[in-house]
Nanobody
Framework: QVQLEESGGGLVQAGGSLRLSCVAS????????MEWYRQTPGEQRDLVAT???????NYADSVKGRFTISRDNAKNTVYLQMNSLKPEDTAVYLC???????????????WGRGTQVTVSS
């Protein structure tokens, strides 16, 4: 089993910055891609950013140029640096990981519980 725990959310004024972290723990063989999603009440969960095990990244158009995803494979941690925050970035941010539990190539998706980010105008 794998546990993902996010941290770093909070309340910030528009134009400010936050850095989210997500640590994976438990027993597993390897982690492939890691992602950040966000969700607002009554809305679908939207993909914000993705990073592969090799460091390739991809971003939603709405955050390009403002957010940066990175990871520390030695610490099983993924980060999301969020700059120039806007009120519309307000959401619960969740991390996800594609994990090979046993090393046989079977990939399972795990989710954290999320951390609240609130941007005031």
């Amino acid at each position: 089993q794998v546990q993902l725990e996010e941290s770093g959310g909070g309340l910030v004024q528009a134009g400010g910055s936050l850095r989210l972290s997500c640590v994976a723990s438990g027993r597993f063989f390897s982690i492939n891609a890691m992602e950040w999603y966000r969700q607002t009440p009554g809305e679908q969960r939207d993909l914000v950013a993705t990073i592969t095990s090799g460091g390739n990244t991809n971003y939603a158009d709405s955050v390009k140029g403002r957010f940066t995803i990175s990871r520390d494979n030695a610490k099983n941690t993924v980060y999301l640096q969020m700059n120039s925050l806007k009120p519309e970035d307000t959401a619960v941010y969740l991390c996800a990981a594609e994990v090979d539990d046993l090393g046989y190539g079977d990939i399972y998706n795990y989710w954290g519980r999320g951390t609240q980010v609130t941007v005031s105008s």
